[in-house]
């Protein structure tokens, strides 16, 4: 299980990367590639895809990350033996015997 989310994780990480490498802070970037705002699915459209996918793909990396700690084995808790527990017991009954 473990195995394939982190799979998911890499996957979803090398895409967020091209994504990010696509926007342009300055404007510029993929949209601007595809003409003016006029056009049926232009500059607008564009960038709100990426950033939709860029949302998206953080999002599942957050997820899958979850799903990957949530899936680990849990550590087993330390049992203290039942004699160690009752020995100091044992201890101050015998002192307060011998002092009376």
């Known amino acids: 299980m473990s195995g394939i ?4 994780i890499i996957i979803a990480s090398i ?19 595809f003409g ?3 056009q ?8 709100e895809l990426i950033d939709k996918l860029t949302w998206g793909l953080a999002a599942a990396i957050v997820v899958f990350s979850l799903g990957i700690s949530l899936s680990q ?9 039942q004699t160690q527990q009752q020995a100091p017991n044992q201890n101050q009954n015998q002192s307060q015997g011998q002092g009376q």
């Open 5 to 8: 989310l982190s799979f998911l």
């Open 15 to 33: 895409l967020l990367i091209l994504v990010v490498y696509v926007q342009n802070p300055k404007g510029g970037g993929l949209s601007a590639d």
């Open 36 to 38: 003016g705002a006029s």
């Open 40 to 47: 049926l699915g232009g500059v607008q459209r564009t960038n």
């Open 73 to 81: 084995p849990k550590p087993p808790k330390q049992v203290v033996p």
